[in-house]
């Protein structure tokens, strides 16, 4: 059974630093894209950033590129993200997702994801 499970998220002041993780059961990362994505109340699903199976290929979203770090241990199956100069509109809900069909030119698209982790909410707030 394929499962994704995010933890990591919390309270953080702005401009401070998290590390959100998503642990994978049921299927190896190395033949998978991982995504995260992002949903804030009331907007729409934001995809934040991908690491392809390679690992030789990551993406960032325009509005966290320096301020986020994409990575993967394959040995803990696990994705990472990152977050560093937090600001409060980085306040969201943070999935991880995986695809064997995403490109880097449709890595953002949530409907090429299949399996989803239940989220985990990150709120930047002093």
């Known amino acids: 059974q394929v499962q994704l499970v995010e933890s990591g998220g919390g309270l953080v002041q702005p401009g401070g630093s998290l590390r959100l993780s998503c642990a994978a059961s049921g299927f190896s990362l190395d033949d998978y894209a991982i995504g995260w994505f992002r949903q804030a109340p009331g907007k729409a699903r934001e995809g934040v950033s991908v690491?392809?199976?390679?690992?030789?290929?990551?993406h960032y979203a325009d509005s966290v590129k320096g301020r986020f770090t994409i990575s993967r241990d394959n040995a803990k199956n696990t994705v990472y993200l990152q977050i560093t100069s937090a600001k409060p509109e980085d306040t969201a809900v943070y999935s991880c997702?995986?695809?064997?069909?995403?490109?880097?030119?449709?890595?953002?698209?949530?409907?090429?994801?299949?399996?989803w982790g239940q989220g985990t909410q990150v709120t930047v707030s002093s």
């Open positions: 690491i392809m199976n390679s690992q030789r290929y990551k």
């Open positions: 997702a995986a695809s064997k069909y995403v490109g880097s030119s449709s890595w953002f698209l949530s409907s090429l994801y299949d399996d």
